[in-house]
């Protein structure tokens, strides 16, 4: 138990632009060069922001996350992108 003694931070990084869609579905950005939920995974920070979607699905739930960085020649994509997988993740489960 004395690993468990570190203090843990509840709630969104403090840099992170937040846009809640639902009780489920939250979009973020990271801005460049900070540390945020777009940079919790896999993509490093670097000069340009990183957007993404947290979607809880299914009961019990479980996190969908989808973090991108496009080119900003792409960046229109973004809304469609993140709009998709929110589609996508409100589907009923194929089997």
Known sequence: MKELDNEFTFGPFP???LTYKSKTVVEYQTPAETDGLGTHSWL????APIDGVAILVGDPPDLFLLSERLPAELAELTP???GHAEREAARPARR
Do not use: F, P
């Open 44 to 47: 490093l920070k670097n000069g």
């Open 15 to 17: 840099t992170d632009a």
């Open 80 to 82: 469609i992108i993140l």
